[in-house]
């Protein structure tokens, strides 16, 4: 691995760990075993490596859900499944914790993929919702874009309330009330 993809791995475990305003430069470049050099060869500063990391974490996020949502079965299937993936909630969201950081959300550079990667979750699971009610399998009368906010809200909340709680168990509490919410859906 190259002194880049180094200092981009680095920015992604730090930003995920201590946020934008706790992650400094020379942290980065610690944990990354590079020079400042290096790191300025590559990045005009914190914030363009911060967006580099971030758009890699958001890029991974979208290929985790989508490997989950993309397969093949029912729409209820797919989203109970979505729901139910393994995830470390005590560390909370690769992508959500940034949504809390005042100073990331501040600057529309970094906020960029925390909004780009929600909007797209949201839009992929209004239209697997969309396709539920097409094959007859979901409720004609519900909406999917509320159905999709609801279902992200629900694993965003247990994320919250599992670092709240600091058990696992109040995250997979929130996501077996989603998946009966959603099963409650069918036709």
Known sequence: ??????????????LWERGYGGTSPKAVQERAGAGQGSMYHHFAGKADLAAAALERTAAAERQRAESVLGGDGPALERIAAYLRRERPALRGCPIGRHAADPDLVADPALRAPVEQTFAWLRDRLAAIVAEGQRAGELRPDVEP???????????????????????????????????????????
Not at 157 to 174: E, M
Request: hydrophobic share 60%.
């Open 1 to 14: 691995m190259n002194a880049r993809e180094r200092l981009v791995t680095s920015a992604q475990e730090l």
């Open 145 to 187: 874009a509320a159905i999709a906010a609801a279902v992200v809200a629900a694993v965003q909340g247990g994320y919250v309330l599992a670092r709240a709680a600091g058990t696992q168990d109040a995250f997979d509490q929130a996501v077996e009330g989603a998946v009966l919410l959603v099963e409650g859906l069918r036709a």
